[in-house]
Structure formats: C-alpha cells, structure tokens
C-alpha cells in the first residue's frame, strides 16, 4: 500500500543581514528650507533584516551644496522599514483579482517582475537643531524594485521627508520630496 505524500508548507525565515544587502542611489529633490533649491544627493543602504514581504533597510545619504555666498553638508541616517508587494493585499474576487489589474495598469508586461513597496523613514540628520548637534528625520516612501538578474534589480522611488536642519546659524524644518533611483545587489 503506498503512503500519501505530504507537502510541507514554506514559511517565512527571518534573516539577518541578507546575502544581497547593499543598494545604491541617486536622489533628485526639492527642499523648503535649506536651501531652496533643487540639488542632487547620493545614498547607500543596505538590508539589516527580512521577514517575507517586510524587510528593514539602514541608508546613510549625503548632501552637499557649494555656491560663493554659502556651502552646505548634510548626512543622514535612517531606517526605512518596507512591506514588498503590498499591492498584493487586494487578491480578490477571485476571477479578476484587483491587485492584477493594478499590477497590469501600472507596470505592462513586467507585471510579473515588479515588486512594488510601501515604507517609511525614521532618523537623524547632522547639522540639525545647531552646527553640532543631530536632529531628528521622518517619512514615508513608495516605489517599485524590477529585478534584472540573480542578485541586481533596478529600484525607483518617490521619498516624502522632514528633517531638522541647521542652515546659516538659523535652524528650521525642511520638508523634502526625493526622486530615488537606484541599483540593488
């Protein structure tokens, strides 16, 4: 008498520091404060933790500025806790799930490749509250990650962010809006 075969059921394994964790970005934004002025940043990250869909990402991103009458540096580092294919929430009705339609709208024939993502930011900037001292920095995110390869996808990305933000002795909140782009290892 043969036995039935028994399927085992693939659960999510926490990892810490994945294999592929390194990413790197180029950031487009428009400040409020500090100054006014579209600039160009550069960020790197890497992956600290994933569960599943949610993974945890450390980024540190620079920002500098140099014109005759002012130069500015800022660093910041942050959290940026993600939840990966969030739009996969709205799988239903059945026949013609809703997150389908959303994922075809919005991504074509890569559809099936896209990964899109929901995230939030939490940190600290320097210059922030004075010259000397850190201030704090939060937000939210959304984008999509198209995986190219094994081990390279191509991340794009739309960052709201406030910051505090020490800017010619005068210190103030700036809110940012960020245009990542990116590559991921």
Same mark, same amino acid.
């Given at each position: 008498?043969?036995?039935?075969?028994?399927?085992?059921?693939?659960?999510?394994? &926490? %990892?810490?520091? &994945?294999?592929?964790?390194?990413?790197? +970005?180029?950031?487009?934004?428009? $400040? #409020?404060?500090?100054?006014?002025? $579209?600039?160009?940043? =550069? /960020?790197?990250?890497? #992956? =600290?933790?994933? *569960?599943?869909?949610? %993974?945890?990402? @450390?980024?540190? /991103?620079?920002?500098?500025?140099? #014109?005759? @009458?002012?130069?500015?540096?800022?660093?910041?580092?942050?959290?940026?806790? !993600?939840?990966?294919?969030?739009?996969?929430?709205?799988?239903?009705?059945?026949? *013609?799930?809703?997150? !389908?339609?959303?994922?075809?709208?919005?991504?074509?024939?890569?559809?099936? $490749?896209?990964?899109?993502?929901?995230?939030?930011?939490?940190?600290?900037?320097? &210059?922030?509250? +004075?010259?000397?001292?850190?201030?704090?920095? *939060?937000?939210?995110?959304?984008?999509?990650?198209?995986?190219?390869?094994?081990?390279?996808?191509? +991340?794009?990305?739309? /960052?709201?962010? $406030?910051? %505090?933000? +020490?800017?010619?002795?005068?210190?103030?909140?700036? %809110? /940012?809006?960020?245009? @990542?782009?990116?590559? !991921?290892?």
């Amino acid at each position: 008498m043969a036995l039935p075969s028994h399927a085992l059921a693939a659960e999510s394994i &926490p %990892e810490f520091f &994945p294999i592929h964790p390194l990413n790197f +970005d180029v950031s487009f934004n428009q $400040r #409020t404060f500090a100054p006014q002025t $579209r600039v160009i940043a =550069a /960020q790197a990250g890497l #992956t =600290a933790f994933r *569960y599943g869909n949610i %993974e945890v990402r @450390t980024v540190y /991103q620079y920002y500098s500025q140099h #014109t005759p @009458t002012f130069t500015t540096d800022q660093n910041s580092l942050y959290l940026n806790p !993600r939840w990966n294919n969030f739009i996969d929430i709205l799988d239903f009705p059945k026949d *013609y799930p809703i997150n !389908r339609m959303i994922r075809h709208v919005l991504f074509g024939p890569l559809e099936d $490749r896209a990964v899109p993502y929901l995230g939030a930011l939490v940190g600290g900037t320097i &210059p922030g509250r +004075d010259a000397n001292s850190p201030g704090y920095l *939060y937000g939210g995110q959304v984008g999509v990650r198209f995986p190219v390869a094994r081990g390279f996808s191509v +991340d794009m990305g739309l /960052q709201y962010i $406030r910051l %505090e933000i +020490d800017f010619k002795g005068k210190s103030d909140l700036s %809110e /940012q809006w960020l245009f @990542t782009t990116g590559v !991921r290892f």
